[in-house]
Nanobody, 115 residues
């Protein structure tokens, strides 16, 4: 009930695209700002995009113009459309509320971008 489930990752060449999905319970999504976080090997998780409950989005400078976050409240799902992928986008991608709730972390989904 308290976990989020991410999917959609994979191996892609530089310049390619992926669409990530994150599904959770209504308890998590209702009225919460949702974020996508990336963890590169050996680094802490970084917030790369978030979207408020009423659809306002914000992005880290490194992904602005390339990534688009969206949400479907009826499906309790948040998406991350990633275009023009770069090798430095590689990592495990997680979703969570923003600010985070530690008990909501899921297993993440691996994104690997080859050069």
């Amino acid at each position: 009930q308290g976990r989020l489930v991410e999917s959609g990752g994979g191996l892609v060449q530089a310049g390619g695209s992926l669409r990530l999905s994150c599904v959770g319970s209504g308890r998590i999504f209702s009225y919460n700002t949702m974020g996508w976080y990336r963890q590169a090997p050996g680094n802490a998780r970084e917030l790369w995009a978030y979207i408020t409950y009423d659809g306002r989005a914000n992005y880290a400078d490194s992904v602005k113009g390339r990534f688009t976050i969206s949400r479907d409240t009826a499906k309790n799902t948040v998406y991350l459309q990633m275009n023009s992928l770069k090798p430095e986008d590689t990592g495990v991608y997680y979703c969570n509320t923003y600010p985070i709730r530690n008990d909501f972390w899921g297993q993440g989904t691996q994104v690997t971008v080859s050069s």
